[in-house]
């Protein structure tokens, strides 16, 4: 479904991702994971189309999408939760949702798709017609999340989807990313709350300066010593326990 292959991306002169590798295949949830700075927002971006390639290859069903524009990637059935989640917020719920189904395929489908975040999502139909900014940070994820399944996408792309949000809430939104994959949406998870992300991914890759450092099924991973200590501070023990 999705290929990178030796990617680099740059802001002028700075690197800030060096020969990037990655896949995900159709209807897996895979995470990035990796400390502030190491790129993970600037891979996303670059999987969405928004950051140019510097070098290597970005391939969707074998098609490479270097130098292609943005619009391309969402008919390529690319749908981007970037952090801070970004919603209107003096619209309402509704016109926030509406916003996610602005391509003709996923427009002609509106309605459907407003049932199922609806059906997703319980307490949504309740906000629709409230201004976005009144709802709290985990509901405008909750809305933010929503507003890309609007887009009927193949490929859901989440940046730092727990970013500020209390531990109940956290929990909450990983149980609804869960269950967005096991309706067949392909998800591609960047993520700093690690032990979280690895515990719901099938593979995961660790991103750090820009760089792959390491990747595979999230048990191996959590055997690493360094792995363990750097990004999630625990024993063996512990992280077979958080898993």
Known sequence: MLELRSVEA???????????SLS????????????N???????????????????GVVAYDARDMKGVA????CDEGVAIVP???RLFTAMTVRE??????????????????????????????????RAAGTLSGGQQQMVAIARALMACPRLLLLDEP????????????????RRVNAEG????????????????????????????????????????PHLRRAYLGVDADDAAVAL
Not at 37 to 55: D, E, F, M, Q, S
Not at 70 to 73: I, Q, Y
Not at 162 to 177: H, M, Q, R, T, Y
């Open 10 to 20: 740059r802001y002028g002169a700075a690197v800030a991702l060096r020969d990037v």
């Open 24 to 35: 995900i295949a159709a209807g897996e949830l895979v995470c990035v994971v990796g400390p």
């Open 37 to 55: 700075g190491a790129g993970k927002t600037t891979l996303i971006n670059v999987i969405a189309g928004l950051h140019r390639v510097a070098a």
């Open 70 to 73: 943005a619009c391309r990637f």
């Open 83 to 85: 952090e801070g989640r």
């Open 96 to 129: 926030n949702l509406e916003l996610g189904s602005y391509r003709a395929d996923a427009k002609a489908a509106r309605r459907a798709s407003l049932e199922r975040v609806a059906a997703m999502f319980p307490p949504l139909s309740g906000w629709f017609d």
């Open 162 to 177: 727990s970013l500020g949000l209390a531990p109940v809430i956290v929990l909450e939104l990983f149980e609804i990313i």
């Open 185 to 224: 949406v392909a998800v591609l998870l960047v993520e700093q709350n690690v032990a979280m992300a690895l515990a719901v991914a099938t593979r995961a890759y660790v991103l750090e300066q820009g760089a792959i450092i390491a990747s595979g099924v999230p048990e191996t991973l959590m055997r690493e």
